[in-house]
């Protein structure tokens, strides 16, 4: 379950996953997207600054969920073959939880390739699946140097945050996820309960 949470290039998560590393979509949100929208004529290769503006100013959960797909789709293309298989190899470890062989692809891959940073978001995603939140938070800061408004890795630091205790800095980073991605239910939902638990704890 960690796993999926966590694994971007297959199916997803953030609005509704784990940790930091999955891509995610409030689990199917999107399935009453406004039909106008998906009628409207194609645009050209958008960029991913485009992509951001409109996930920065996009309220209604389904189409922000689509642009956030849009996004993940676009972190996942390293550009080369080789990387793409040893990234299609390492998902397929980890859901089989084959941690040694994953983390050996990985390895692989942030080597080849230490620019991409769905590499090491991936490997920060092993890192969680197994509990491992020193190593996952390491490749999640390297993650994040890359590509600063990766709310998939961003979120899983907040999730880390939360689950070490670390309550008041896991709201600090959530906020930075709605910053970026303001129809963000997973994100929402994690703000919430911080501040009850916040509240309660200052009363």
Do not use: C
């Amino acid at each position: 379950m960690r796993v999926l949470l966590f694994l971007a290039a297959f199916v997803i998560l953030l609005a509704g996953g784990p940790p930091a590393f999955a891509q995610n979509s409030d689990h199917g949100a999107d399935a009453g997207a406004d039909v106008g929208e998906d009628l409207a004529a194609p645009r050209q290769a958008i960029t991913l600054d485009e992509l951001f503006n409109d996930l920065g100013r996009q309220t209604r959960v389904p189409a922000a969920n689509r642009i956030a797909r849009q996004i993940w789709k676009k972190w996942t293309e390293s550009g080369s073959d080789t990387i793409n298989l040893l990234m299609e190899w390492s998902a397929r470890a980890m859901q089989e939880k084959d941690y040694t062989v994953a983390e050996d692809l990985l390895d692989q891959v942030v080597t080849l390739a230490p620019d991409y940073a769905e590499g090491w978001n991936r490997r920060a995603t092993l890192h969680f699946a197994q509990s491992d939140y020193g190593r996952s938070i390491a490749d999640i800061e390297r993650t994040l140097q890359l590509e600063p408004r990766h709310f998939g890795a961003l979120a899983g630091l907040g999730l880390i945050l939360d689950r070490t205790g670390n309550k008041q800095k896991a709201l600090a980073t959530w906020y930075k996820v709605l910053e970026i991605y303001p129809a963000n239910r997973r994100a929402q939902e994690a703000v919430v309960k911080l501040e009850e638990k916040l509240a309660g704890k200052a009363s």
